[in-house]
């Protein structure tokens, strides 16, 4: 990693800054009270317990990656196995990582990280991957339901979506209809990063990935919960458009 890269690249002392913060701003929120645990999400817990550490779903998710970048036609979906994954997982998904990314047609996380089949991976996706009420709900129910143990905030290079919001930060600009509200959730990571050296764009956008595992992490007492006491792992990351690679911002 070059030294401008490291500069940028979030460090278990940042993110546990920004961390703090989103623990204040859940209690704010009111999600400051101690997770209670009723009967049927004790049941959840026994049956995420067998679920997939998160060491080894990001270990999956690295080796997926290389090969998606060092022999992408490796990676072609096989229609026969397709079909008779569909059959396996139609009772039941069992996926083993959930990612949060961007709507961005030039990122699919199933191809992304190798050629990932039906009921392997739990995807949210929007502009911006940002965190919102919806957003969060679905990572909830992929932690507490699913047994997901390891979660990863996928930003990347050009995203659009952040381009906008530092329009907003560096020439003012408006947006139509809900998409300037949308912008908002990317605007602080664009503040916080102006000025620095390097892109601005492309700072924001690991800037935004790691502000929005931290609140996945934090404003979530569901996840929060499931980290403390079941290994789970939020990650940020940053894909790259040209060259397939995926950088994880914070190691395990």
Not at 114 to 140: H, K, M, S, W
Not at 184 to 208: C, H, M, Q, W, Y
């Amino acid at each position: 990693m070059c030294m401008h890269c490291r500069q940028l690249a979030p460090n278990r002392r940042r993110f546990l800054s920004l961390a703090a913060a989103g623990i204040a701003a859940s209690a704010a929120f009111g999600g400051g009270r101690a997770f209670a645990a009723d009967t049927a999400a004790a049941a959840t817990v026994t049956e995420g317990q067998q679920s997939v550490p998160a060491d080894e779903a990001l270990a999956r998710l690295k080796a997926g990656n290389a090969k998606y970048v060092e022999a992408p036609n490796v990676c072609a979906i096989n229609l026969l196995a397709l079909a008779k994954q569909r059959e396996q997982v139609a009772p039941k998904q069992k996926p083993f990582a959930a990612i949060l990314t961007c709507a961005d047609s030039r990122v699919p996380p199933e191809l992304v990280f190798g050629g990932f089949g039906l009921g392997e991976l739990f995807v949210a996706r929007n502009a911006g991957n940002i965190a919102d009420t919806a957003t969060i709900g679905t990572i909830e129910y992929g932690v507490e339901h699913l047994g997901v143990r390891l979660v990863v905030v996928l930003g990347h290079q050009n995203c659009g979506a952040v381009g906008a919001a530092c329009d907003i930060v560096g020439k003012h600009a408006t947006f139509p209809g809900a998409i300037g509200p949308m912008l908002g959730a990317i605007v602080p990571s664009a503040l916080a990063v102006r000025g620095k050296p390097g892109d601005f764009v492309d700072n924001t956008v690991r800037e935004n990935a790691m502000r929005t595992a931290v609140q996945i992490a934090t404003v979530s007492e569901i996840v929060a919960h499931f980290i403390h006491d079941y290994g789970v792992a939020v990650l940020p990351a940053r894909y790259d458009l040209y060259s397939g690679k995926v950088d994880f911002l914070l190691e395990r």
